[in-house]
T-cell receptor
């Protein structure tokens, strides 16, 4: 089983619909992230969370919201989807060894491909 | 704003040759750099990292070089194999900030 699991893997929806992408991890990591990938633009950070009480906006948070339900779960919501939110979305986690204030290596899920018509 | 970028969007190499993928970064305060490999249909996977107090780090068939003077990072792959075909991303950060990714380079290996 994958350490970082994203659901759904593929979703087609219509403009204006509410969409939730879910991420769960079994790595025991404190930190979780949502990135968006578009062709030619690389990976851009949407939101990140350093623990269950911490939520931070990333580079492109407008139009998105997140919820950190537990250490292992981090969900991304599009309240009213629009076509330019069509993209590949990745959840990632990172470890936070005690006393070391560094983001470190990210572990990615397999991605959720979202198409907004 | 400052960003991490790549010199070449695509790179084609013959199987068995060495590959060099380049990355320019603009944040002089960055002190940690990572290379990721993304195969088709998969999430990015860690290849190798380097801290700013180093100039070179070697892994299995891969070497990362860091030139802080010109803010340049490169990934060298020795004896490139078909399985190396993928998109490669560099990423950087400083301290506790999230990683910032470059736009990626697609490596195609010609058999």
């Amino acid at each position: 089983d994958a350490d970082v699991t994203q659901t759904p893997r593929n979703r087609i929806t219509k403009t204006g619909k509410r969409i939730m992408l879910e991420c769960s991890q079994t790595k025991g990591h404190d930190r979780m992230y949502w990135y968006r990938q578009d062709p030619g633009l690389g990976l851009r950070l949407i939101y990140y969370s350093f623990d269950v009480k911490d939520i931070n906006k990333g580079e492109i948070s407008d139009g998105y919201s997140v919820s950190r339900q537990a250490q292992a779960k981090f969900s991304l919501s599009l309240e009213s989807a629009i076509p330019n939110q069509t993209a590949l979305y990745f959840c990632a986690t990172s470890d936070h060894p005690r006393g070391i204030l560094r983001t470190g290596e990210l572990f990615f899920g397999e991605g959720s491909r979202l198409t907004v018509l | 704003g400052e960003s991490v970028g790549l010199h070449l969007p695509t790179l084609s190499v013959q199987e068995g040759d060495n590959s060099i993928i380049n990355c320019a970064y603009s944040n002089s305060a960055s002190d940690y750099f990572i290379w990721y490999k993304q195969e088709s249909g998969k999430g990015p996977q860690f290849i190798i990292d380097i801290r700013s107090n180093m100039d070179k780090r070697q892994g299995q068939r891969v070497t990362v070089l860091l030139n802080k003077t010109v803010k340049h990072l490169s990934l060298q792959i020795a004896a490139t194999q078909p399985g190396d075909s993928a998109v490669y991303f560099c990423a950087e950060n400083r301290g506790n900030t999230p990683l910032v990714f470059g736009k990626g380079t697609r490596l195609s290996v010609i058999a």
